[in-house]
C-alpha cells in the first residue's frame, strides 16, 4: 500500500462547481502539505497543516488526523484552478523526507 | 529575493556523460532537497540536505550526488548520466523546525533528457 494516496486521479469540473480532493496516509504524521502544480511544470505550496483547516481566498484544506486523511476544497471554481494538486507527508511520521501523492490533474471547463 | 534559483532549465546528455544541476535560495532556509518527477509517479526524493555540511539520501539516491558546502547552494551531480535519469528535476527549500519541514518553496524545474 502507497503511504499517501489520492483520488480521484483526475476531474473535470465546470466553472462554479464546488471541489473536493482527497488525500489518505498511512503514517503518523507531523504537517500535510498540499500543492499545486500548473501545466508548464511551476510547484508552489498551497498549504502546510497539521490539524483542523485553512483557509486561503477559495481554497480550503482540512485534516483529520486520527483517521489519517485530507480534504483540499476548491469554492466556485475557475479554469484557472486547472492544475495538479499533490499532497505530501514526512516518510516515517516526523522526518524531513517527504512522500508525494501521485497527484489529482483538475481541469475546470468554463 | 529570487527564492529558489535552479538552472539549467533544459539539458541533453549523452549516456555516461556527468553533469551538476544547480539550485540556490537567498531565503536562509536551513533545509534543501532534490526531486525528480516522472510521468505517472509522485516527486521522489533523492537527496535531501538539513543545513550546511549535512546531507542525507532520500528514496531515489542511486546514480546522484550531492554536497552542502553553504546554506546558500544545494547542487545535484549526476555521475554518469543514464537514460533512466530522463525525467524533471526539482529543488525545494524550506525553514526546518523540530522535526518537521515548513512551507516548500520550488524551483522552477530542470528538463533532462538521456539520450
Known amino acids: 500500500k502507497n503511504e499517501v494516496e489520492q483520488s480521484p486521479q483526475n476531474l473535470t469540473a465546470q466553472e462554479g462547481e464546488f471541489i473536493t480532493i482527497n488525500c489518505s496516509y498511512s503514517v503518523g504524521i507531523s504537517a500535510l502539505h498540499w500543492l499545486q502544480q500548473h501545466p508548464g511544470g511551476g510547484i508552489v505550496s498551497l498549504f502546510m497543516l497539521s490539524s483542523g483547516k485553512k483557509k486561503h481566498g477559495r481554497l480550503i484544506a482540512t485534516i483529520n488526523i486520527q483517521e489519517k486523511h485530507s480534504s483540499l476544497h476548491i469554492t466556485a471554481s475557475h479554469p484557472r484552478d486547472s492544475a495538479v494538486y499533490i499532497c505530501a507527508v514526512p516518510h516515517g511520521g516526523a522526518t524531513n523526507k517527504l512522500i508525494f501523492g501521485t497527484g489529482t490533474l483538475l481541469a475546470v471547463q468554463p | 529575493n529570487a527564492g529558489v534559483t535552479q538552472t539549467p532549465k533544459f539539458q541533453v546528455l549523452k549516456t555516461g556523460q556527468s553533469m551538476t544541476l544547480q539550485c540556490a535560495q537567498d531565503?536562509?532556509?536551513?533545509?534543501m532537497s532534490w526531486y525528480r518527477q516522472d510521468p505517472g509517479m509522485g516527486l521522489r526524493l533523492i537527496h535531501y540536505s538539513v543545513g550546511a555540511g549535512i546531507t542525507d539520501q532520500g528514496e531515489v539516491p542511486n546514480g546522484y550526488n550531492v554536497s552542502r558546502s553553504t546554506t546558500e547552494d544545494f547542487p545535484l551531480r549526476l555521475l554518469s548520466a543514464a537514460p533512466s535519469q530522463t525525467s524533471v528535476y526539482f529543488c525545494a527549500s524550506s525553514y526546518s523546525g523540530i522535526r518537521r519541514t515548513g512551507e516548500l518553496f520550488f524551483g522552477e524545474g530542470s528538463r533532462l533528457t538521456v539520450l
Open positions: 531565503m536562509n532556509h536551513e533545509y
